[in-house]
Nanobody
Framework: VQLQASGGGLVQAGGSLRLSCAAS????????MGWFRQAPGKEREFVAA????????YYAESVKGRFTISRDNAKNTVSLQMNSLKPEDTAVYYC?????????????????WGQGTQVTVSS
């Protein structure tokens, strides 16, 4: 499956952005989907994940209450609504697809990755 992330940009602290990830070439509803991010000099970290049906969502503690992950299986898309953004949210954000249903917060569990989209939050 191919993943294409979009929606990144520059925003002031306290602002909002909505990231989208379009999937093609596979059966989208068979994949658990996740968002990860990587800041310069840091390891890639888990942000959020959503189950195949969309009925279960998971968040890193650092974004809980501010970010919302959702998916539309009819449109083969997964989104990440980011509110109350902080400078520490600055990173390249990646969407990923997990075919095997492994640990949702581990990057190694995901089989396919998008190219990343830059999010920069200014103070």
């Amino acid at each position: 499956v191919q993943l294409q992330a979009s929606g990144g940009g520059l925003v002031q602290a306290g602002g909002s952005l909505r990231l989208s990830c379009a999937a093609s070439g596979g059966t989208f509803s068979s994949y658990r989907m996740g968002w990860f991010r990587q800041a310069p000099g840091k390891e890639r970290e888990f942000v959020a994940a959503i189950s195949r049906s969309g009925g279960n969502t998971y968040y890193a503690e650092s974004v809980k209450g501010r970010f919302t992950i959702s998916r539309d299986n009819a449109k083969n898309t997964v989104s990440l609504q980011m509110n109350s953004l902080k400078p520490e949210d600055t990173a390249v954000y990646y969407c990923a697809a997990d075919a095997g249903g492994h640990d949702h917060n581990l990057a190694a569990a995901y089989d396919y990755w998008g190219q990343g989209t830059q999010v920069t939050v200014s103070s």
